[in-house]
C-alpha cells in the first residue's frame, strides 16, 4: 500500500494506551486518520447512552489535537462514509477495533466484505474484552452457559500485556473536511438531565487511569466485603470508561492483578467481577437473541405483564419502596446505578410487580450512561429467573430486608430520596432537575405509598412462578 494513509475507524475505543488497532496502524509508519462515524448503530442508541459516547467523542477529539493529530468526524452509513474518505484521501486500509452485538457484527462483517472486494485493507482488531469470545469453550467444545466454570477456564489464561501509549500519530499530507460534532446533538435526548449527570460523569482516559489507580490503592483491599454497600465508594466507578473504551479491560486486569499479588484480599473479587463482564459478551456473541427473548424456552409463556402503571411509577421512582426509589433516581442524577441497587429495582420491578424484563431492559437502555447491551441484558434476564446462570424463581429480593442489611443507617436513601426530608441532599434535589418536566414532581411533593405490600407481591411471584413449573 506504499504510503497511502490509513483511516483507524474509532468506535468505542477512545483511548491511547493498549489500543491494538492504534498502535498496529502507527507501525505501518503511514499517516493515520482517525475517524469517528455516527452512524445507525450511533443513531439507535438510548438518550443517555449517546449523551455519554458523545462525551467521549468531544474529549477524545481534543487529546489527538494534543498529540498533534485530529478526528474526523462523519455522519451516515458506515460503509457509504468510509467510501467518501477512501476516495477523499486516497486511504488504503481501514483499521477498527472489533465490537461483539449483533448490530454491529452485522455492520463490520458487510464493511469489511466491500472494502476487501474494493481492494482497501480491512482490518478489525481486539481491544475491548479480555478474552474473543471464540476463544473460550467448554471441553466440548462449545460455549460456557454458566458463570462458575467460565471462571475456572479463563482465570488462570495469559493476559498479554498492556501495549504502552501512542505519543504520536503521523498526519496526513491534507486533512478531510469533519463535520461538528455540537451540530449532531448527541445529548439533545437528554434535555434538562444531561446538565445535572454532567456533573457526575468522569469522561476520558486520564479521569479512567486516575479512578483505576484511586479503587486499587484505597478499596481494592476490602471490596468483596463492601461492594454491596451503595452509600459507600467501594467500587470502581469503572463501568462508564469501559462501555466507551476510555480504559482497556487488560489495563484494569494488570492492576487488579498486581493488586492481589501483593496481599490486597479484595482484589480476586474484582477480577471475577471484570470476567463477569466478559462472560456477558461470550454470551450474546454465541446467543445474539439474549436481549430480545428469554433465555430458558420454557418461559416464553410466562405471564408478564407488559407497561403498566405500576411500571411507570418504577421509572418514576415513586412506588414507594424507598430502596427502589432511591436506586432509580440516583441513576437520573449520577447515569449510574449501584450494582445492589439494581438488582433490587430489577427484582422488584419483575418479581414484586409481575412486569416484564424487557420493560426494564428497555428503562435502562435509555437512561444508563454506563450501558452495556451483554451485561443489561444478562443482568436483567438473571433477576427474572429466565436468563443464563439465573437467580432461582423463588430469589424475590426484598427491598426492606436489603435496606435492612446494606444501607442500615439510610445514608443511600436519604442521599437521593428529597421527599419528606427537612434538608434535602444535594443529589436528592438534583433527581428533580433531572428528570421530566412532564412528571410533574417536586421537592416539596409527598412521598407516595406502596405499590403493593411486599409480602403479597412476593406470594403473587411465587404463585406465579409456580404455576410455571406445572
Excluded at 481491544?127 to 475456572?152: D, K, M, N
Excluded at 442500615?408 to 432537575?433: C, N, V
Aim: proline share 6%; net charge positive.
Amino acid at each position: 500500500m506504499g504510503d497511502t494513509p490509513i483511516l483507524l475507524w474509532l468506535r468505542r475505543d477512545f483511548r491511547l494506551s493498549d489500543h491494538p488497532a492504534m498502535a498496529a496502524a502507527v507501525a505501518t509508519g503511514r499517516p493515520v486518520i482517525p475517524v469517528f462515524i455516527h452512524d445507525e448503530t450511533v443513531e439507535t442508541l438510548g438518550a443517555a447512552p449517546k449523551w455519554r459516547l458523545g462525551a467521549a467523542v468531544g474529549h477524545f477529539a481534543g487529546v489527538l489535537d494534543g498529540i498533534g493529530s485530529r478526528l474526523i468526524l462523519r455522519r451516515g452509513p458506515a460503509l457509504e462514509v468510509l467510501r467518501a474518505l477512501i476516495a477523499q484521501t486516497g486511504a488504503g486500509a481501514v483499521y477498527w477495533s472489533r465490537l461483539y452485538d449483533p448490530a454491529s457484527v452485522a455492520r463490520d462483517t458487510a464493511v469489511k466484505a466491500a472494502l476487501k472486494a474494493a481492494g482497501i485493507a480491512a482490518q478489525s482488531f481486539a481491544g475491548h474484552l479480555l478474552f474473543e469470545p471464540w476463544t473460550v469453550q467448554t471441553g466440548a467444545g462449545g460455549p460456557y452457559r454458566v458463570y462458575s466454570p467460565y471462571w475456572r477456564a479463563v482465570k488462570g489464561r495469559e493476559v498479554l500485556p498492556a501495549l504502552p501509549a501512542v505519543h504520536q500519530l503521523r498526519t496526513p499530507s491534507n486533512w478531510p473536511e469533519s463535520e461538528n460534532l455540537e451540530a449532531w446533538q448527541m445529548g439533545a435526548a437528554m434535555r434538562r438531565g444531561a446538565a445535572v449527570v454532567a456533573r457526575h460523569a468522569q469522561v476520558g482516559e486520564a479521569a479512567a487511569l486516575d479512578r483505576l489507580d484511586r479503587f486499587i490503592r484505597g478499596r481494592s483491599e476490602r471490596y468483596q466485603d463492601r461492594r454491596d454497600f451503595p452509600a459507600e465508594p467501594a467500587t470502581s466507578g469503572l463501568s462508564e470508561n469501559l462501555t466507551v473504551g476510555e480504559i482497556s479491560a487488560r489495563v484494569v486486569w494488570h492492576a487488579g492483578w498486581r493488586a492481589l499479588q501483593e496481599g490486597a484480599a479484595g482484589a480476586e473479587h474484582f477480577l471475577k467481577e471484570l470476567v463477569w463482564r466478559e462472560f456477558a459478551w461470550h454470551l450474546l456473541h454465541h446467543f445474539p437473541d439474549l436481549a430480545q427473548a428469554n433465555w430458558r424456552a420454557e418461559w416464553a409463556d410466562f405471564p408478564w405483564r407488559g407497561d403498566n402503571d405500576d411500571a411507570e411509577a418504577w421509572r418514576r421512582g415513586m412506588t414507594g419502596e424507598p430502596f427502589v426509589d432511591a436506586a432509580m433516581r440516583q441513576m437520573y442524577v449520577t447515569g449510574t446505578m449501584h450494582n445492589r441497587a439494581r438488582m433490587i429495582a430489577a427484582s422488584y420491578l419483575t418479581k414484586h410487580l409481575l412486569t416484564d424484563w424487557r420493560v426494564g431492559l428497555k428503562w435502562f437502555e435509555d437512561c444508563l450512561i454506563d450501558w452495556d447491551p451483554a451485561a443489561n441484558a444478562m443482568g436483567w434476564q438473571w433477576v427474572a429467573g429466565s436468563g443464563p446462570d439465573a437467580a432461582p424463581y423463588f430469589r424475590v429480593f426484598n427491598p426492606e430486608g436489603q435496606a435492612e442489611k446494606f444501607d442500615k443507617t439510610g445514608s443511600y436513601r436519604a442521599k437521593f430520596i428529597a421527599d419528606g426530608q427537612p434538608l434535602p441532599a444535594p443529589e436528592a434535589l438534583e433527581f428533580f432537575a433531572a428528570c421530566p418536566k412532564s412528571w410533574g414532581l417536586s421537592p416539596d411533593q409527598r412521598y407516595p405509598a406502596r405499590r403493593i405490600s411486599l409480602d403479597a407481591g412476593r406470594k403473587r411471584a411465587l404463585t406465579a412462578y409456580a404455576a410455571r413449573e406445572k
